[in-house]
Each structure stands twice: as C-alpha cells, then as structure tokens.
C-alpha cells in the first residue's frame, strides 16, 4: 500500500537561497514551481526520483508547529559533501561516526535552520545489519 516518502514539506523565509543550497551545492533539480498571482510562493525539489523536498515561502501559507527534527540524506561519498558545502561557504560539523555506526555529518547553517544530516551507509552501518 504504502511505496515510500514522497516529499517533506518545509517553510522557508528566502526561496533563492533554498534553491541556492540545494540545487547549486547539493547538485538537485528543481522539479516544478508553485504559483499564486504570478508569484512563485514555492516550488519542489527533486532528491531522487520520485522523492521530493516542497518549500513555500514562509508568508504564503499558514504557519504551523512541526515535529520535524531533522533531514537526513543519505550520499555515497560523504567527504564530497563536505567539500561541496564548504566550497559554497555553509558550516560543515566535524564528521564523525554515529551510533549507527554510519559516517555521518551535519550542515549548520542550512537556509532557516533546517538541520540537515548526512549519511553514508558503510556494511557496518545499522542500516545495513539490521542490528541494534
């Protein structure tokens, strides 16, 4: 019944530099926008096929409360990342393994204060074992 995620839904204050983070460093493509009055108010961002991220600006729908955590994504070359997001002058913590025996890393300054974690799934990774 249920095939997998299909997008997270963020609201953001500035849609260019959303679109700046994500497709120019990160290497997504913006898949389709949203319009209202002939105003982009958002737009969808492809991760990989048929897995999305939708940001709205923040002022163009309601607001609402999120349990939302975090974003995880996973890459296959965790220390690329890093250089990517340095290279477009974003705070990159200190990489390090996780208690899912994952490489892992966090960007800190994410447009709006989205935490953004990435992983690389190693056969060690609990991803991987299934084990605790």
């Not at 890393?105 to 799934?121: L, R």
């Amino acid at each position: 019944m249920i095939k997998g995620i299909a997008h997270v839904c963020i609201g953001c204050k500035d849609l260019a530099e959303v679109e700046r983070f994500y497709c120019q460093c990160l290497g997504f493509t913006k898949r389709f926008e949203f319009t209202k009055d002939r105003k982009v108010i958002g737009f969808y961002i492809q991760v990989v096929p048929n897995v999305y991220l939708e940001f709205f600006q923040a002022d163009s729908v309601p607001a609402a409360g999120s349990p939302i955590r975090h974003i995880c994504l996973e890459t296959d070359d965790i220390d690329d990342v890093i250089a990517r997001l340095q290279s477009h002058g974003y705070e990159v913590g200190q990489k390090k393994i996780g208690a899912d025996h994952s490489p892992q890393v966090w960007a800190s300054n994410a447009p709006d204060g989205v935490a953004i974690e990435f992983h690389q799934y190693t056969p060690q990774s609990c991803q991987i074992t299934g084990e605790p």
